[in-house]
């Protein structure tokens, strides 16, 4: 069965600092793997995705994953965060071909201090 | 990108009554939904599958008779739950897929439904 691991549960940072949040994954065949974003008391928002190609995403609003097969992993980047980022960030991981489901998981609270 | 709704977005009741969540897919046919709950500070926990028309798959631990979920149309699929109690306090989050994300799992998620019983 699928499982992900997000190593740190908060990630405090100063503002324009780079941040990295962990992702690793487990899964006996191939993956598409996505990161979310939910504000406060809100539905998540989709982040970036790897389905196939290119291993490195980059989202529109400058951050990027990196799919990493060997390590098992799917670590979210940003060079400078803004205050605005502070935000729950989810992994999510979901088994490739047919109707599966996206297993999620725990969250990093990303919290961008002045 | 794909656009899902969720309504109501808070609601208060008494233990004992039944509250139902809607959830709809504005722009595209989703022929799949999840029900997701969340605890506070806590991940999303899959509570189950619906497909359009059939009957809904649900994870282990989670009650069908309690929760009960109803898709009849590709546009909207709804979540009741029976005879609440406090412990079914929580934030409800529904998501859809449509015929896009078949393959690649993506889902679009609903603004979230925070049920709170006295």
């Known amino acids: 069965a699928q499982s992900v691991t997000q190593l740190d549960s908060q990630v405090p940072v100063f503002e324009e600092a780079p941040v990295e949040l962990r992702c690793n994954y487990s899964?006996?065949?191939?993956?598409?793997l996505f990161w979310y974003v939910q504000y406060p008391n809100q539905g998540l928002q989709l982040l970036l995705k790897y389905l196939s190609g290119s291993t490195l995403v980059e989202s529109i609003n400058g951050f990027e994953a990196e799919f990493n097969k060997s390590q098992t992993s799917f670590h979210l980047r940003k060079p400078s965060v803004h205050i605005s980022d502070t935000a729950e960030y989810f992994c999510?991981?979901?088994?490739?071909?047919?109707?599966?489901?996206?297993?999620f998981g725990a969250g990093t609270r990303l919290a961008v201090h002045p | 990108g794909a656009v899902v709704s969720q309504h109501p977005s808070r609601v208060i009741c008494k233990s004992g009554t039944s509250v139902k969540i809607e959830c709809r897919s504005l722009d595209f046919q989703a022929t799949t939904m999840f029900w997701y709950r969340q605890f506070p500070k806590q991940s999303l926990m899959l509570m189950a599958t619906?497909?359009?028309?059939?009957?809904?798959?649900?994870e282990q631990g989670v009650e069908k008779d309690k929760f009960l979920i109803n898709h009849a149309s590709l546009t909207l699929s709804t979540l009741t739950v029976t005879s609440a109690h406090p412990e079914d306090s929580s934030f409800y989050i529904c998501?859809?897929?449509?015929?896009?994300?078949?393959?690649?799992?993506?889902?679009?998620f609903g603004e979230g439904s925070r049920l709170t019983v006295l």
């Open positions: 899964s006996s065949v191939s993956v598409y």
């Open positions: 998501s859809a897929r449509g015929l896009a994300g078949l393959n690649t799992g993506e889902l679009f």
């Open positions: 999510a991981v979901s088994e490739s071909g047919g109707y599966n489901k996206l297993i």
């Open positions: 619906s497909n359009e028309g059939s009957k809904a798959t649900y």
